[in-house]
């Protein structure tokens, strides 16, 4: 078996490299093209120079290192100082970055009478985040936008509007005055299709939260969630 398959990829290569013919097949005129055959173009590399082989090449006898020093010898790292004590290890760690954080754009009960009383907000009609970022309500929804109670005093009109998360204060307002509030989930594929439909062929599904501070959240009758049976 080992022999047939030898003289098969002989015959293969006879055939690639001196146009030799298979047998039942006839001598193909031309060149051709195989796998076996490819070869890198001979200007697309530079030869590596080549140190420590005499005199005469260049980079003899230090290899272009200098005489001595640490940086013949062995190489530094970008950060070493000398010996003396790092930078990093002299000055005091300050605060943290929690990277589980959202940047969620905080919309007050005050800015969104304002809105209303311009009439950039229609509060007949349900509000969602795709409304405050058109209206310019809100700028550069990332995660979310959440309801604050700011300026509640002078909130005075009933809606029924939806965002990624309330605060109890807003949501009491809101509520004494006949509307309706929802937080609901987006993630950030779900949330981009929100605001910019015209950017998708196909809207995709909205995915439901997995983590479970979020599926904790969003089942908690006290926020509204659009998951608890309120």
């Not at 005489?67 to 790092?86: A, D, I, L, Y």
């Not at 000055?91 to 990277?99: A, H, Q, S, V």
Request: aromatic residues 6%; glycine residues 8%.
């Amino acid at each position: 078996m080992s022999s047939i398959l030898f003289s098969t990829r002989w015959q293969i290569f006879a055939q690639t490299h001196s146009m030799l013919p298979l047998a039942g097949q006839q001598l193909v005129s031309g060149k051709r093209t195989v796998m076996s055959a490819l070869s890198n173009v001979p200007t697309a590399f530079r030869k590596a120079k080549r140190v420590g082989r005499g005199p005469s090449s260049g980079k003899g006898k230090t290899s272009g290192r200098g005489m001595n020093g640490q940086k013949q010898k062995e190489s530094v790292h970008p950060w070493f100082e000398g010996g003396q004590t790092p930078l990093h290890k002299t000055l005091p760690k300050i605060g943290f970055t929690n990277n589980f954080a959202q940047d969620m754009v905080k919309l007050n009960l005050g800015r969104l009478q304002e809105w209303i009383d311009r009439g950039r907000i229609n509060p007949s009609r349900p509000i969602t985040m795709k409304h405050l970022l058109d209206t310019r309500a809100c700028r550069g929804i990332k995660d979310g936008v959440k309801l604050l109670a700011d300026g509640k005093e002078n909130f005075k009109t009933p809606i029924n509007i939806t965002v990624s998360r309330a605060s109890k204060e807003a949501i009491k307002c809101i509520e004494e005055l006949g509307g309706t509030v929802t937080t609901k989930y987006y993630n950030r594929l779900a949330l981009r299709s929100l605001l910019h439909p015209k950017s998708f062929t196909v809207l995709p599904l909205e995915a439901r939260p997995i983590k479970r501070r979020d599926i904790e959240y969003y089942k908690n009758p006290e926020v509204r969630g659009y998951l608890s049976d309120k």
